[in-house]
């Protein structure tokens, strides 16, 4: 296991922005961990290495990772440094959790503070992407043999194991590839509601393997990314035919987690609003020093490519840009943390505290 995921990072997002990419920029102030553990579902936004074990790989070369950790460590992240994922780990003073598929057996049977099933591409439904990275059904199913096989191990008594579970938190963030069929936008009303139905079920089935506290990313505008932007009159507008279908399932989310907070007992969550802080970071982005809102760090991304093609040379200043392919840049990622986690702007919870 690489040493960085041994370390426990325990941090207070305190320190104002900008903030450079190239250090931990956080005030270090360690404190009693409130959850014992931090388990991920989703796709290539929290993906952290999953995809570089399956046969379409992942973002595990360069450019990728050039401000992680010291610099110059692709792990598979898309992105050039931390995720969200990463950030809400340091600030639950927890260690970054580690890819199922990075994992022996053996070190499954000894980690009690999570795992990461997410895998870029996955999105709600079996259907999307199945060939070329985890469906949330097989993540589940990973998280499953991880209850039976793992924990059952971990843990002496069942109760011991239900209470870990239980206070245990479990982020969930996919859709967004669930609009797309080899590239071309597909989504309209009926499958929103087919989505929100599909994505209710596999809570449900994560919350009957032991889960009761959930934290929910709703869909980002897949409308602003930069291959998309690219292709609008004026370029850089949005296309706000793909924001508007995905719209409509996110204003119906929060509506499907409450119906599940009155169904589910113990059921809690934390709702964030990705779509609205990319919208938002697009317009009020130089307060923050981000100057390109959706021009890509990585070039050659622009015209459609899904990933960084290997050695290219980025931007040199990725503090000043929203996108790094299609993804957030790191600096996006710590100002989604900073407003999530400590201002409280982005995200609701129902009566669960991050803090």
């Known amino acids: 296991?690489?040493?960085?995921?041994?370390?426990?990072?325990?941090?207070?997002?305190?320190?104002?922005?900008?903030?450079?990419?190239?250090?931990?920029s956080y005030e270090s102030s360690c404190h009693k961990k409130k959850f014992p553990a931090l388990y991920v579902f989703g796709d290539s936004l929290i993906d952290c290495?999953?995809?570089?074990?399956?046969?379409?790989?992942?973002?595990?070369?360069?450019?990728?990772?050039?401000?992680?950790?010291?610099g110059n460590t692709p792990t598979g992240r898309a992105t050039n440094g931390k995720t969200v994922a990463d950030f809400l780990a340091m600030h639950l003073g927890l260690p970054f959790v580690h890819p199922y598929l990075d994992l022996t057996n053996h070190q499954r049977n000894k980690i009690r503070t999570g795992i990461n099933y997410a895998s870029g591409g996955s999105?709600?439904?079996?259907?999307?992407?199945?060939v070329t990275s985890l469906t949330l059904d097989k993540q589940i199913k990973f998280f499953h043999r991880t209850v039976k096989h793992n924990l059952h191990k971990m843990f002496n008594e069942k109760e011991k194991m239900e209470k870990h579970l239980s206070e245990s938190l479990f982020f969930v963030s996919t859709g967004v590839n669930d609009y797309f069929h080899n590239g071309t936008f597909r989504g309209n009303k009926n499958l929103s509601l087919f989505l929100l139905n599909e994505f209710t079920l596999r809570i449900q089935r994560i919350y009957d393997l032991g889960a009761r506290k959930f934290f929910?990313?709703?869909?980002?505008?897949?409308?602003?990314?930069?291959?998309?932007?690219?292709?609008?009159?004026?370029?850089?507008?949005?296309?706000?035919?793909?924001?508007?279908?995905?719209?409509f399932y996110n204003r119906r989310l929060p509506e499907v987690l409450h119906e599940l907070q009155s169904l589910l007992p113990g059921f809690?969550?934390?709702?964030?609003?990705?779509?609205?802080?990319?919208?938002?970071?697009?317009?009020?982005?130089?307060?923050?020093?981000?100057?390109?809102?959706?021009?890509?760090?990585?070039?050659?991304?622009i015209y459609g490519d899904l990933q960084c093609h290997p050695n290219t040379v980025p931007c040199p200043n990725r503090d000043t840009h929203l996108f790094?392919?299609?993804?957030?840049?790191?600096?996006?990622?710590?100002?989604?943390a900073r407003l999530c986690f400590i201002e409280g702007t982005i995200c609701k919870s129902s009566d669960l505290k991050l803090i």
Not at 49 to 66: F, K, R, T, V
Not at 123 to 130: A, E, K, V
Not at 216 to 235: Q, T
Not at 269 to 296: C, M, N, Q
């Open 216 to 247: 929910v990313n709703n869909i980002p505008p897949a409308g602003c990314f930069p291959s998309k932007a690219i292709r609008e009159r004026p370029r850089g507008n949005c296309d706000e035919k793909i924001n508007k279908a995905i719209s």
């Open 49 to 70: 290495g999953n995809n570089n074990h399956l046969p379409s790989g992942g973002a595990d070369y360069l450019p990728y990772g050039i401000d992680f950790m010291g």
């Open 324 to 336: 790094w392919d299609e993804h957030p840049t790191q600096i996006v990622n710590q100002i989604y």
């Open 123 to 130: 999105g709600i439904l079996p259907d999307t992407n199945n």
């Open 1 to 24: 296991m690489k040493s960085q995921y041994l370390i426990t990072l325990c941090f207070v997002l305190t320190l104002p922005f900008p903030l450079s990419s190239t250090t931990n």
């Open 268 to 301: 809690s969550f934390v709702h964030a609003d990705l779509f609205g802080f990319f919208k938002e970071l697009r317009e009020t982005g130089k307060s923050y020093g981000i100057v390109e809102t959706w021009k890509p760090c990585c070039p050659n991304t």
